[in-house]
């Protein structure tokens, strides 16, 4: 053909799909001495030229040559299945036109229109099963005979069996990439057809990628992320990727998504990941990498503000810098995940280089300038805290964690302000309450300067002071935080200059009661002032808790009247989070007129002034 986009193209296609497909052999014969070889041959390789231009997708489309070409492509994989000897007259191999004619889909699916059609002709089920037969094929001994042993010699020879299954895996990623067609993967058994690929061609980079990447694109979508995690090997292959590919960052960084992503939710994935010393091998990977982004972290810092010198070989080393930096981020969420299990989470806490790292980065770079990667460093350390002293490491730094959760308690990242609340909120369930540990031991101590830390950053005060903030999901946190930090007397004893019920009574006047969303920070509030009023009445005022009365009260019969409304029937809304709310706003509330009847009393002009929610 000639220049691209010319009329001789649209005639090369033309003739392409008007001649008759060649017929093919029996499948119990060869390809040797039959007459259709060579045009075998020779139609694929002129199908897979044109397709090479990206201009040239459309006129596919248009001349409606993709279903015509994914059934030819079905019929002569099957062939090659089955075919007792893959060499033809004149070198003619048909393993070579399987990876012409799979090359030919692999790019025209790369157009979105194109994925479009495909999926319209049902073309997924027809390369879930050339998937399969590439595989199968590439499992068997080819008595190639002489001329593969020669092509050998001369470092000539290709392995065309393992190229058809780059090529087969290539089109299923550009399938993978086409919403509709994502559902289907599971009807047709795609994860079935690409799980013993990933596990007997794991060495292969090419392969392994595009498998991963359809994995990637797969695992998000309705119920594929269980679907991937049933079948046999893959979360464990996918987890030794990050050992065997540790210098493919794109592999590393999709492996270490899909990971993420499952074990998110399933403790079994978690397990499958993480046994058999999965997680200490990650965790080793996990500490070279991290040396890597210290290095570029400490060159970054050091640069000079004026890059124009540097400015042609920067533009590379960024895109490496950036690399390692996304290596890290997926790999410390794959680790925050894997951590919400006790025993995974506690090994992870325990290792001092782990905690090292991610405390020193924290502490050395600014949140502005790495958010997502912060903001995942903060993820494993919050969820890691939740184990308190069993996680040795971080327990033997806490003084540093108190400080990291003050400061980050401070940005203007609400994710990440959660993220620190998250961390107050654990620290302060590990501190002791009184008459545990031995007076004056090691223990204790170590307790009281973890308490001390939490002070003297602004932990606890950053906690009362967020309860004003505008987003519910911060306050919520917040409450949090604070429940837990009121019930350790290393603590509660730090709130005292606060105006802790004002703030509270506060709070719950600017809760909408007409909207439900708003219940779970309500309930919160409700808990914290019940545990006050249990343990901690020091920390109000009678002036403050007269106010609360009556605002209590309406919190009740708020509660009262959503319980038999048509959203508590329709179960939009959380009835036994009502009943719970309802019931300890009544005992709040006794236990307010109680605190009362032994505070100064108020004058009646006082009860007239109060502002109602």
């Known amino acids: 053909t000639s220049g691209e986009g010319s009329g001789d193209e649209t005639d090369a296609i033309s003739s ?25 041959a020779s139609t694929f390789k002129l199908v897979y030229r044109l397709s090479k231009r990206q201009e040239n997708d459309s006129l596919f489309r248009r001349q409606k040559f993709i279903e015509t070409l994914c059934l030819t492509s079905l019929a002569l994989v099957r062939q090659y ?20 004619a799979l090359g030919a889909l692999k790019n025209i699916s790369q157009d979105e229109g194109n994925q479009k059609m495909l999926t319209s002709v049902g073309a997924l089920a027809a390369v879930i099963e050339m998937t399969e037969a590439v595989y199968d094929r590439s499992r068997k001994e080819d008595p190639a005979g002489v001329s593969t042993a020669r092509a050998k010699q001369q470092g000539s020879y290709i392995d065309w069996r393992v190229q058809a299954i780059v090529q087969v895996t290539i089109v299923l990623r550009n399938l993978a990439a086409h919403g509709p067609t994502r559902e289907q993967f599971a009807i047709f058994g795609g994860i079935e057809a690409i799980g013993p690929i990933l596990r007997d061609y794991l060495y292969n980079q090419e392969i392994t990628l595009n498998i991963v990447r359809v994995l990637a694109q797969l695992c998000t979508y309705k119920d594929l992320a269980s679907e991937i995690e049933k079948e046999e090997g893959v979360l464990a292959r996918l987890r030794d990727c990050i050992d065997l590919h540790e210098n493919v960052a794109p592999l590393l960084v999709r492996a270490g998504y899909v990971l993420a992503y499952i074990c998110s939710t399933s403790d079994d994935a978690r397990d499958a990941t ?3 010393g999965g997680l200490e091998r990650v965790l080793q990977k996990y500490n070279s990498f991290f040396e890597v982004m210290k290095r570029r972290w400490k060159r970054e810092k050091e640069a000079s503000a004026d890059e124009k010198s540097s400015s042609e070989g920067g533009a590379k080393a960024g895109a490496k810098s950036n690399d390692v930096y996304e290596v890290i981020m997926r790999v410390t969420r794959l680790l925050a995940n894997i951590a919400m299990k006790e025993e995974w989470g506690v090994k992870v806490g325990s290792d001092d280089f782990v905690v090292e790292d991610v405390l ?16 995942n460093l903060l993820g494993l350390l919050s969820n890691i805290s939740y184990y308190g002293k069993s996680a040795t490491a971080l327990w033997r730094r806490c003084d540093r964690l108190c400080a990291i959760a003050s400061a980050y308690s401070c940005v203007r990242n609400d994710e990440a302000v959660v993220e620190a609340l998250r961390l107050i909120s654990n620290i302060a369930i590990t501190l002791k309450g009184e008459g545990e540990g031995e007076e004056g031991g090691e223990d204790e101590e170590e307790q009281k300067a973890a308490a001390k830390a939490l002070i003297d950053e602004g932990g606890l005060e950053a906690v009362f002071l967020l309860l004003d903030h505008n987003n519910m999901t911060v306050v919520y946190h917040a409450l949090g935080a604070l429940i837990n930090a009121v019930a350790s007397p290393l603590l509660s004893p730090a709130f005292v200059e606060f105006e802790m019920g004002a703030r509270l009574g506060e709070l719950l006047e600017r809760l909408d009661m007409a909207d439900a969303k708003q219940l779970p920070v309500m309930k ?14 020091n920390l109000l005022k009678a002036e403050h808790v007269r106010e609360m009365v009556p605002i209590c009260k309406d919190v009740k019969k708020y509660a009262e009247t959503l319980m038999t409304s048509e959203a508590a029937e329709s179960e939009e809304i959380d009835t036994e989070m009502l009943h719970w709310t309802e019931e300890s706003a009544a005992l709040v509330v006794a236990a307010m007129e109680a605190f009362l009847e032994n505070a100064p009393p108020a004058p009646d002009s006082e009860w007239e002034e109060l502002p109602m929610p």
Do not use: W, Y
């Open 81 to 100: 299945r089955v075919a007792a000897n893959l060499e033809g007259p004149g070198g003619v191999n048909l393993a070579e036109i399987v990876v012409h």
């Open 524 to 537: 919160l509030t409700i808990q914290c002032l019940s545990n006050v009023l249990a343990s901690s009445k």
């Open 360 to 375: 020193a980065f924290l502490e050395d770079a600014p949140f502005e300038k790495r958010e997502e990667l912060m903001l």
């Open 16 to 40: 392409a799909m008007a001649a008759p497909v060649p017929s093919l052999p029996p499948t119990d014969d060869t390809l040797s001495g039959h007459p259709t070889a060579q045009a075998l």
């Open 274 to 276: 993480a046994k058999d």
